[in-house]
């Protein structure tokens, strides 16, 4: 396993909060075609709880693969974007509430 993400000072960022800025972006760009797009509207495109977007945007809800999905075709990305954002979110904070745990295990010699 790599540890490189592991081992970061900072926790790497939420998929939430990149979505949140791609909201407040979107909202101060008049010229875009989504230019009002609210959270509850984006809920609304994506077919999904106006809840959900709420929570994931807050941070409190992690990216599923089928949000991933949902986004990826509203915003012309791929799920892997959004799911390799949660996976760097969900190493970090395993490895942060289990570190003490991690440092005892040694690899078995082959």
């Known amino acids: 396993m790599q540890e490189g993400n ?12 990149v979505l949140r800025h791609m909201l407040e972006e979107l909202t101060t760009d008049e ?8 959270p509850k509207e984006l809920a609304k495109r994506l077919g999904v709880p106006a809840r959900a ?6 941070e409190r809800r992690a990216m599923t693969a089928d949000m991933a999905i949902r986004l ?4 012309k990305t791929t799920p892997d974007i959004w799911m390799n954002l949660q996976k ?12 003490n745990q991690y440092a ?7």
């Open 6 to 17: 592991i081992q970061r000072r900072v926790r790497p960022t939420h998929p939430g909060a």
């Open 72 to 75: 990826s075709r509203v915003f």
């Open 88 to 99: 760097a979110v969900d190493l970090w904070d395993a490895a942060q509430a289990n570190k």
């Open 31 to 38: 010229r875009d075609q989504f230019a009002t797009l609210t």
């Open 53 to 58: 977007i709420n929570e994931l945007i807050h």
């Open 104 to 110: 005892k295990l040694r690899p078995i010699a082959a």
